[in-house]
């Protein structure tokens, strides 16, 4: 046993060892203390012994005080704790780790307000996004207070040291049951230990979470055929099963006690992946009898939703995982990983290059494309006509009649791309260096410059003759007085069912706000989405089926993403993305188009 616990990071003795019943370093509240200056515990909900809400009371009845139980806290007690089990010496293989005054430097960065306004606005927006955030992360936690300040730390520090990544929703629940167990600082390189070594490609784009879900498909249909087929024709695909589990590393939707056992085997394992793999695969192969059973996709879902909050004992999940070894070699999950990562990244620059082509967002290489559908002289004369087919070759669609100023005279293929180059957004250093860069067929310089200082000067002129910034105030100033009209929406916490079918919300009944109303109520209930003008709402908003019917309105043929209002309180059982996705987003198979847009 000793030897199970020989990761033990050191310091680890002087930590206070508190009994398996509170098996944390954050001491118990007195009865009497406030918990919360704005928010009131709910006596009647059970906790288990970290203080998080209980999801399945007859589960956790029989897990608590059971054998297994006991086995597993007595091995806690021999590590020292929950930190001193669940420490791996690989995080103190992280850069900076050796130095004392890093952590610290971080958060004395975060506190900087006006640095950061100055130097580090993409720091500030997501900073902004987590406080959104944590408020719905840890619901009635025993020590809600202690635990959202802990996780803001953590997470302000790690968006501070790899502002590439940022912030993700499903960082708060990892952060959280991490910062619950051991020190701040500790629990933050651990964090950092599993966002850059064992999920690197998670949170940027999540194109790690679409290749792994692709490498469970292949792994249950590889291992149970029958229960593959039948899930398909139920509707339950691995990206509607799985993405949570992938995104929280299992902390959201699991007992917390199931997911440090979860945790500490893939922190030990050789291949952390590849066992993050086979655990999140034997997840739906310990459950298979009962999903084998489950007629409708509603059935299994709640199936799975069931048997997941109810694994308390999570070495069952571990002795299920061992048996896929047998069956598929490590190097065999790798190779796929591998081919679904090369499909994933071609498919993802189709989808950019689409994107880039549809917003005549030229760079140039782009500008190099559309030279070559050209296939003329760059000074010879280019007609509306021709660009228009140059448009249909290329799919290229900016509106620059009005820069380009056709009337009599005659327009070059040359004047023609500079007035594209200096359309598009862009600091005037980018623009000037990519209009420089159509001259690199050897024209004299001079004559080049003069030639983009000519069109810059058209293309401002096009644009104030247009309205420019005075228009656009205007319209700012009328759209805010019709956002003050919006109806007040009803916080997520201060409702449980549906407005208008009233069924219980649940992790896969999501709450959605009808933004004519303002009420909650599910999916079901508010399946259109239309724009709301009197209200400020350009684009098309959810509405829930009592609106729709007084607002005369009907669904849009696509909807469009819901533009997310700063002030509207969001759901406590959300997807862990940090964007508000509905939940039919991932209903049916996550194609890479459809997630990278995230």
């Known amino acids: 046993m000793q030897e199970e ?3 033990r990071v050191q310091g680890e003795e002087e930590e206070e060892k508190v009994p398996t019943t509170n098996a944390s370093h954050i001491p118990p509240p007195s009865p009497t203390s406030p918990i919360s200056p704005t928010r009131v515990l709910k006596p009647h909900l059970t906790r288990d012994v970290l203080g998080f809400v209980v999801a399945n009371q007859e589960a956790y009845k029989r897990w608590s005080g059971s054998a297994d139980q006991i086995k597993l806290h007595e091995k806690v007690a021999e590590c020292g704790g929950w930190g001193g089990y669940l420490w791996t010496r690989q995080a103190e293989d992280l850069e900076w780790y050796d130095d004392d005054t890093y952590y610290q430097g971080l958060q004395w960065i975060a506190k900087q307000d006006k640095v950061l306004a100055d130097k580090l606005p993409s720091a500030v927006a997501s900073f902004k996004e987590l406080n959104r955030d944590l408020p719905r992360t840890f619901p009635q936690h025993i020590l809600e207070d202690t635990l959202r300040s802990t996780c803001q730390d953590l997470i302000q520090a790690y968006i501070l040291r790899n502002r590439q990544v940022g912030y993700c929703q499903g960082m708060n629940y990892i952060a959280g049951i991490l910062g619950r167990i051991m020190p701040v600082e500790k629990a933050f390189w651990l964090f950092t230990y599993v966002v850059e ?4 490609d998670y949170y940027r784009g999540l194109q790690g979470v679409v290749v792994d879900l692709k490498v469970l498909e292949a792994m249950l249909q590889h291992l149970e055929p029958a229960l593959w087929e039948h899930l398909n024709k139920v509707g339950l695909t691995c990206g509607l099963a799985f993405t949570q589990y992938l995104v929280c590393l299992f902390s959201l939707g699991m007992p917390p006690e199931a997911v440090l056992q979860l945790w500490q085997v893939i922190f030990k394992a050789l291949n952390p992946r590849v066992k993050l793999l086979r655990l999140t695969c034997s997840l739906m192969r310990l459950l298979k009898a009962d999903l084998l059973s489950a007629p409708d996709l509603d059935t299994a879902i709640a199936v799975f939703a069931e048997g997941s909050s109810s694994l308390y004992n999570a070495q069952r999940l571990v002795d299920v995982s061992s048996v896929t070894e047998e069956s598929l070699s490590d190097e065999w999950i790798i190779s796929q990983r591998e081919s679904f990562s090369t499909s994933v990244r071609e498919s993802q620059a189709h989808i950019e290059r689409l994107e880039f082509i549809q917003n005549a967002k030229l760079t140039r290489v782009l500008i190099k494309q559309v030279k070559a559908a050209w296939g003329g002289a760059m000074n010879d004369t280019i007609t509306q006509a021709q660009l228009e087919k140059l448009i249909g070759d290329t799919g290229i669609t900016p509106d620059i009649s ?3 100023d ?7 293929f040359r004047e023609m791309i500079l007035t594209m180059v200096l359309l598009q957004e862009g600091s005037k250093e980018e623009l000037l260096k990519t209009a420089t860069d159509v001259m690199e067929d050897g024209e004299n310089s001079e004559i080049g410059v003069a030639r983009i200082a000519s ?5 401002s002129l096009a644009l104030s003759a247009s309205g420019g910034m005075d228009e656009k105030d205007e319209e700012e100033k009328e759209q805010a007085e019709l956002r003050s009209k919006r109806p007040y929406l009803i916080p997520d916490t201060d ?3 549906c407005y208008l079918c ?3 919300f649940k992790w896969f009944r999501r709450r959605h706000h009808c933004r004519a109303c303002g009420n909650v109520v599910c999916s079901t209930c508010s399946p259109t989405k239309a724009p709301i003008l009197v209200l400020g709402y350009p684009a098309p908003v959810r509405i829930c089926r009592s609106c729709e019917v007084h607002l005369h309105v009907s669904p849009e043929e696509e909807e469009e993403e819901e533009e997310e209002d700063p002030s509207s309180p969001k759901n406590d059982f ?3 993305f940090s964007v508000d996705t509905d939940s039919e987003v991932l209903e049916g198979n996550i194609e890479p188009d459809l997630i990278l847009k995230e």
Do not use: H, K, Q
Request: a negative charge.
């Open 402 to 404: 009005s820069a380009l």
């Open 406 to 412: 056709w009337g009599e005279r005659e327009v070059t």
């Open 197 to 200: 070594v064992i999920v690197p």
């Open 574 to 576: 959300t997807s862990p």
């Open 495 to 497: 409702v449980l069912t």
């Open 5 to 7: 616990c020989n990761d």
């Open 502 to 504: 009233e069924r219980e």
């Open 455 to 459: 069109v810059r000067s058209r293309v």
